[in-house]
Structures are given as C-alpha cells and as structure tokens.
C-alpha cells in the first residue's frame, strides 16, 4: 500500500480529522445513504453510459456476467468428494481488449465454483504454483483447526496442502479465499477467491429457485492501470470500478420467472449498499443459510465478506424490462435485462428454517478493534489494543460452551468483524435491537464507527487455535486480528 494509505489510516489511529474526515458509519436500516469511511464518489445509475478508470473507458452494460465455472471432483466414494486445483498465477481479461496479470484458483479470476454437500465429506488438494506462500480459508466453515486457513498455516511454493471439510452445518452460501497473514488483502485483491456452496437436501422439499435459476454472484471493486493491471496501492475508496463475477459492470440475461441470486461483498474493502430499481429483493438466507422467514427488502447491506441471497421474481415484468442493481454511493454494478419467458413452479415458502435458540452464555468478553501504531509511529491494526501474535492466545474457551462477545469499534471508520470456526447469532447492535436480517446465522457483521454489536455463539464440534478479525483486509494485513484457542 502507498504512503497516502498509511496516512489516511494514521489519521483514524490519531482521531484527526484532516488527515481522515470522519463520517457516520453504514446501518442496513439507516434512512439516507451514508459514504464509506474513505469517501466514495457519488456516481448515481443516471451519470454517463461508460466509466473510466486510470484512462480506460469502458461502456457500462457492455460485458456479460459469466456464471461461474464449477469444479468436478477428479474421484467419488459412497461420502466423499476428491478436488485437485491449482493456485496459480494467470493472464485474465477483466477490461475489453486488456491483459491483467492476477492470482487464481485454477486460473481464472473468480475461482470455480465448489458445491458441496451438507453431511458429505470434501477432500481438497492445492498445488501452489506461485511465488508467495499462500493459503486458502474457507469463510462460513466449520472446520478442523489444521484445515481453517490458519494465517500462519501456508503453502511454500512449489508445494501442496489437502483441506478437510467435514460440512456438517446446513446448506449455506460460503465462499474461499487466501488468508496468508500479511498477504491476504494483496492475494485476495489480484483474484484468490471463490465460492464454496454448501446444497442441503432437506431444502429440497421448499422449492427455492435452483439449478440455472440458482446464481452466484461476486461482487467486488476494483482499480485498473491503462494497461490493464490491477492497482492495489492507495485509499480503497479509489477502487471504482465495479465487478460482478470478474466482468466491469455488465448485464445478465434472464428469464420472466424467479432466481435465487447469491450474493458476495468480495471487495477487501467496501460496504454496499444495494438497490434493484425499487424491485422487491426477497432475502431468504445471510452468512449461515436460510433465514427463519422470507425478508422483503428494498434495499441490500453487505460490508466485506458478508453474503445474502435474495429471491427476485422478475415474472412482474415484461420481456424488454432492464432492473439496475446499484450501490447507493457508487453507483450501477449489473443490469438484468428480461429477455424471455419461462415456466416457474419455484416458490417462496413463508417458513424457511427454524433457528432454535443458543443455550444460555457462560462467558462474556469484550472485544475492541482500532487502529495504534507502532513504536516508529507506522500504522497498526490492534484488537484490544494488541496486534496479532501468533505465539500469543487472546481468549482461551472451553469446549461446548457458549459466550457473548461485546465488539467495540472506537474508531472514526467502519470496521467489520468476522469470527472463524463458528456462526454467531447478533443480539444487539449498540443497544439498539437487532436488525430483522440479523435473525438468521451470521459469521461477519459491520461495526460502524463509534458503535458497537454483541453477538452470541456457541464453540464445539472442533479443539485447536482460530482467529477473530476486521474483514476490511487491509486493516487485518495490518494486524487487527487475535487468536483463540478452543480447549477440552
């Protein structure tokens, strides 16, 4: 990252309000738009046909989404799936006519697609072919300490490593992606991440949208050089340019019936603030899959690492319709233009998942995510007003137990906190009642500047160290993450 970054954050660890404006954090619920912290530019829908970035100019709508391509394992048993993939350096189109050097999973820019089964085993092997040690972490999974995507746990170039993924958690919409401490935000930025989807038979029986009308969608920022590389350096907030599935904002065909759209906030760090041109966006399940009961929703928040699928029925209009998604503060990111008509006997039932309730909490604790800085004075991410040390552990909890942590975002930006192993459910959010969309299961939540949320979860299946962090990936990069360790 420039030395302008590093400013900006070293005005958030010393309060200054030169160096870094402060502004009011995101709520979902917030009645007016509010900007990312770093300042995005107010580019609505209505603003121009094509968008620029470090002099390339492209026409808005002109790509297609592509639907991601998904993996086949390479062999079966009577419970498992067997995948080989390769982590990958690649040439990707990403801007018409241009080249862009990037980080793959398999190589391409999105990485493919894993769908996997509730119940049934996953064994996957990564050759890394690169020139950095990476690793790969599966976001939303419960999973065995030594196949988490531990920051410190990597694969050396020119090595392997195979990750088992027990999936015994419901159906859900995860997703994967590089955790290499120090390296995550830059890997994660040039391509490393996926979608992990995990298919729950006992869904089946409800008649949600599935197969060709079931699509993921990564959404994700981005700033490009005039050749076409990938500028990671500077303030986040100068990152553009929008992609939905690796393609700068494009439109996406579909039919006059309903889809079940899974969507991803891949960016390292942004809040989007979503709206269809005032379509009903039916949000049916959060990071940990299916909402008790269906959510009509105008308008969509997913801060970094968040995912939600929504169920839109674009049978209300008629063929030659085109619905704008839009971030609020960013303007478009994809139109669905409705080219045909279809047959439909999916459905959105008024009960989706029962969510039985937590046994009572043993523990609480607090947890404070900030910025300090070092003894030179140099930025640093802190939770608790520590960085992360791997030879350190934060809270040690015993196995079976269930706590309530209290996150504490003192600062004059948003952060976002994302707990590993475990969902969590949120309880309050500063006091305030919890947001109807926080009913479900969720394992990344926005913590606005100045504000706070607790959360609820409970820790077994699984002994061994994890960690806990802000999800805006330059900000764990730079330490805001600490370690727990689950003991018998």
């Known amino acids: 990252m420039k030395r302008r970054h590093f400013l900006t954050i070293g005005g958030a660890a010393a309060g200054s309000a030169v160096l870094f404006p402060v502004t009011r ?3 979902a619920d917030a009645e007016e738009p509010v900007p990312h912290p770093h300042g995005h530019s107010h580019l609505s829908s209505q603003q121009g046909a094509s968008l620029s970035t470090a002099g390339v100019r492209v026409d808005r709508f002109a790509a297609t989404m592509p639907l991601l391509p998904v993996l086949r394992p390479v062999s079966s048993t009577v419970d498992t799936d067997v995948y080989r993939q390769d982590i990958k350096p690649a040439d990707v189109e990403i801007m018409p006519g241009l080249s862009t050097p990037a980080l793959t999973y398999g190589g391409s820019f999105v990485g493919p697609t ?6 049934r085993r996953v064994l996957i092997t990564y050759r890394n072919t690169t020139t950095d040690p990476v690793n790969v972490h599966l976001h939303g999974g419960h999973v065995a300490a030594q196949h988490d995507g531990y920051p410190m746990d990597v694969i050396e170039p020119g090595g392997t490593r195979t990750y088992e993924y027990l999936n015994q958690q419901p159906g859900a919409t995860l997703w994967y992606h590089d955790h290499g401490h120090h390296l995550e935000a830059t890997h994660v930025y040039h391509g490393l991440h996926g979608f992990y989807v995990i298919d729950d ?3 089946q029986s409800l008649r949600l949208p599935d197969g060709q009308y079931d699509v993921p969608i990564m959404l994700r920022d981005a700033l490009f050089e005039s050749t076409g590389e990938l ?3 500077g303030d986040p907030a100068e990152r553009t340019t929008f992609l ?3 393609k700068p904002v494009p439109h996406f065909q579909v039919a006059a019936r309903k889809y079940r759209f899974r969507l991803l906030n891949a960016a390292n760090e942004r809040i989007f603030r979503l709206g269809l041109d005032g379509a009903d966006l039916v949000q049916i399940s959060t990071d940990g899959g299916l909402l008790p009961a269906p959510l009509h929703r105008s308008e969509l928040v997913l801060s970094s690492g968040e995912r939600a699928d929504v169920v839109v029925d674009f049978a209300r209009y008629p063929v030659g319709t085109q619905l704008v998604l839009a971030d609020t503060t960013g303007g478009p990111v994809l139109r669905f233009d409705v080219v045909r008509t279809a047959a439909d006997t999916s459905r959105v039932p008024d009960r989706l ?3 039985p309730a937590l046994p009572p909490a043993t523990v609480t604790r607090e947890v404070t995510l900030g910025f300090g800085a070092d003894s030179t004075g ?5 939770v608790n007003g520590r960085p992360f040390d791997p030879n350190r552990v934060d809270f040690q909890v015993r196995h079976g137990t269930t706590e309530i942590w209290h996150v504490v975002n003192n600062d004059p930006i948003d952060h976002n906190f994302h707990l590993h192993m475990t969902q969590f459910r949120v309880l309050d959010r500063g006091g305030d009642p919890a947001l109807p969309q926080d009913a479900g299961r969720k394992d990344t939540i926005i913590v606005p500047a100045g ?3 607790r959360v609820q979860a409970t820790f077994a299946g699984f002994l061994g160290k994890y960690v806990y962090h802000c999800h805006f990936l330059e900000h764990s990069s730079l330490g805001m993450m600490a370690q727990l360790e689950i003991v018998p």
């Open 25 to 27: 954090g995101i709520l």
């Open 231 to 233: 500028f990671g350096d």
């Open 114 to 119: 894993i769908r996997a089964t509730s119940g």
């Open 378 to 382: 140099y930025p640093q991410g802190q």
């Open 201 to 203: 038979p006992r869904e």
């Open 451 to 453: 504000r706070s949320v």
């Open 353 to 355: 998942r029962p969510l």
């Open 244 to 246: 939905a599935n690796g």
